[in-house]
Antibody, heavy 120, light 111 residues
Framework: QVQLQESGPRLVKPSETLSLTCTVS????????WSWIRQPAGKGLEWIGR???????NHNPSLKSRVTMSVDTSKNQSSLKLRSVTAADTAVYYC??????????????WGQGTLVTVSS | QSVLTQPPSASGTPGQGVTISCSGA????????VSWYQQLPGTAPKLLIY???KRPSGVPDRFSGSKSGTSASLAISGLQSEDEADYYC????????????FGGGTKLTVL
């Protein structure tokens, strides 16, 4: 079955760059869109963006200037970089598969999420 | 402030039915499909409803979705204690910045 696993540093200093990787098994990274979503403690979900293996991306406008997403087809991985982080970026970060078209919000497989804390 | 509006809380007793609303705009719910997610405590969200009213394999038919205009609803019948969770609606937004938008979430308590 399809499984996603987020990995990366759990603690990032303010003003530095948050970097996470999503390793996918059971599906090809090349044939789907892959999204990043975050959730601050006790708060709701916030979509960060999605990427296709071709490089096509869509972003949350509130984060677009600080976000870079990429795909490594050789490793079946998607990556997220969020620059110039502050305490407000502290959250559980999820990767998920989809959405596959620009008329849906279907994210059918999710990773377990990883808590990233921004603190000095 | 979420783009889609949901009530922060809902409740019901076992066996009862409950409905959670989700209000949006023409650029999101009004022109695209709605998805619903269930997030049990301490776990990742799970796709519950897609394409307004379709259930992924394994989701009980006690869960149903509907959409009308710029609003959508999630109905849960025959409430069970394991339904206690946070529920989120989501839709693609076609405004200037094309992106997925979520509701703020509704915490369902089974009394």
């Amino acid at each position: 079955q399809v499984q996603l696993q987020e990995s990366g540093p759990r603690l990032v200093k303010p003003s530095e760059t948050l970097s996470l990787t999503c390793t996918v098994s059971g599906a090809s990274i090349s044939t789907y869109y892959w999204s990043w979503i975050r959730q601050p403690a006790g708060k709701g979900l916030e979509w960060i963006g999605r990427i296709y293996s071709s490089g096509d991306t869509n972003h949350n406008p509130s984060l677009k200037s600080r976000v870079t997403m990429s795909v490594d087809t050789s490793k079946n991985q998607s990556s997220l970089k969020l620059r110039s982080v502050t305490a407000a970026d502290t959250a559980v970060y999820y990767c998920a598969r989809g959405p596959m078209t620009a008329v849906t919000a279907d994210l059918d497989y999710w990773g377990q999420g990883t808590l990233v804390t921004v603190s000095s | 402030q979420s783009v889609l509006t949901q009530p922060p809380s809902a409740s019901g007793t076992p066996g009862q039915g409950v409905t959670i609303s989700c209000s949006g705009a023409g650029s999101n719910i009004g022109s695209n499909t709605v998805s619903w997610y269930q997030q049990l405590p301490g776990t990742a969200p799970k796709l519950l409803i897609y394409n307004n009213n379709k259930r992924p394999s394994g989701v009980p038919d006690r869960f149903s979705g509907s959409k009308s205009g710029t609003s959508a609803s999630l109905a849960i019948s025959g409430l069970q204690s394991e339904d206690e969770a946070d529920y989120y609606c989501a839709a693609w937004d076609d405004s200037l910045n094309r992106n997925v938008v979520f509701g703020g979430g509704t915490k369902l308590t089974v009394l």
